[in-house]
């Protein structure tokens, strides 16, 4: 069974992915206090089933769309 992707826009508890990468394919973004760029957050969820922001992301109807488009 193929795993489907899950995109992390921050870096979470190390627990937190594992339990996360029992059941999918888990990409993390890599940098450290700063919020994931814009373009770079469209770009990575075009090839993913699943999206895990935090509150200070703007997931907007772009992004939503992006997923469903895709997936």
Same mark, same amino acid.
Request: glycine share 2%; net charge negative; charged share 30%.
């Given at each position: ?8 826009? $921050? !870096?979470?508890? &190390?627990? +937190?992915?594992?339990? =996360?990468?029992? !059941? *999918? ?7 450290? &206090? &700063? +919020?994931?760029? $814009? ?6 969820? *075009? ?6 922001? =935090?509150?200070?992301? $703007?997931? &907007? +109807? ?10």
């Amino acid at each position: 069974m193929v795993k489907p992707k899950v995109y992390v826009t $921050r !870096q979470l508890f &190390d627990e +937190a992915i594992e339990i =996360l990468e029992e !059941q *999918a394919e888990v990409e993390v973004y890599e940098g450290v &206090d &700063d +919020a994931i760029p $814009r373009e770079l957050l469209l770009e990575k969820v *075009a090839d993913v089933e699943g999206l895990l922001p =935090l509150l200070t992301e $703007r997931i &907007d +109807a772009e992004v939503m769309v992006s997923i469903i488009l895709i997936s």
